[in-house]
């Protein structure tokens, strides 16, 4: 298995502003990948972390709105620009390992 | 049309007896994965158990296990032995493609909230 860990595991921050997130595996993995869950809904793709290149974004998701690091295998970075009320969801951080696929704790993100 | 369909909102069960929570799943491809996922009010998402495609033998993991028909395209998950602290939403996932390849992203159901009573 792989242990993911996210920093913070929470925050509440102010429209118009910036939080960055930190996701951490205990192992090299190929993949990495970062997930939104609204309030009350499912998780959605955001993007896929690629080391050394820019990430993989999916259909509604774009970078300059969440920006994404990956420097080496076992780390990643997720940035909310420009936050609204809207963005106020659980983001998960999640990684391969073999044929299964781990999820970090999440990082619960309230914008007022 | 839902790749991943979970067709009860909320369950109950009584502690120390079985549940099956139900998943069915949309897809031409012929190599594929499935998963499930228990999240707690606490938001983690716990991987629980995984069925290849390709796997001979329905998946076991404990007390967890999952009910593979191939045929009719359902992955349902069995918790025997029901315990206050599987109280959580379960949430059945699927990734098309083999593991490895390009299709790497996983497609989510609604998810089903499971109470365990006392």
């Known amino acids: 298995s792989a242990v993911i860990s996210q920093k913070p595991s929470r925050d509440i921050c102010q429209r118009g502003t910036s939080l960055t997130i930190q996701c951490q595996v205990d192992?090299?993995?190929?993949?990495m990948f970062w997930y939104r869950q609204q309030p009350g809904q499912s998780l959605t793709l955001i993007a896929t972390?690629?080391?050394?290149?820019?990430?993989?974004?999916e259909s509604g998701f774009v970078i300059d709105k969440f920006p994404i690091s990956r420097p080496n295998l076992t780390f990643s970075t997720l940035t909310v620009s420009n936050m609204s009320p809207e963005d106020s969801s659980i983001y998960l951080c999640?990684?391969?390992?073999?044929?299964?696929?781990?999820f970090g704790p999440g990082t619960r993100l309230t914008v007022t | 049309a839902q790749k991943i369909t979970q067709t009860q909102p909320g369950m109950f069960v009584q502690e120390k007896e079985a549940v099956t929570l139900d998943c069915t799943y949309d897809?031409?491809?012929?190599?594929?994965?499935l998963f499930w996922y228990k999240q707690p009010s606490s938001g983690e998402m716990i991987f629980l158990i995984y069925?290849?495609?390709?796997?001979?033998q329905n998946a076991t993991e404990g007390r967890y296990s999952l009910n593979f028909q191939k045929a009719r395209k359902s992955a349902n998950l069995v918790i025997s032995a029901s315990q206050l602290g599987d109280s959580a939403m379960y949430f059945c996932?699927?990734?098309?493609?083999?593991?490895?390849?390009?299709?790497?992203?996983?497609?989510f159901g609604k998810g089903t909230l499971l109470t365990v009573n006392p």
């Open positions: 972390a690629n080391q050394g290149s820019e990430a993989t974004y």
């Open positions: 069925q290849g495609s390709y796997d001979q």
């Open positions: 996932a699927m990734r098309e493609g083999r593991s490895g390849g390009s299709n790497y992203k996983l497609t």
């Open positions: 897809t031409s491809d012929p190599s594929y994965g």
């Open positions: 999640s990684a391969t390992h073999d044929r299964e696929q781990y």
């Open positions: 192992s090299q993995v190929t993949m």
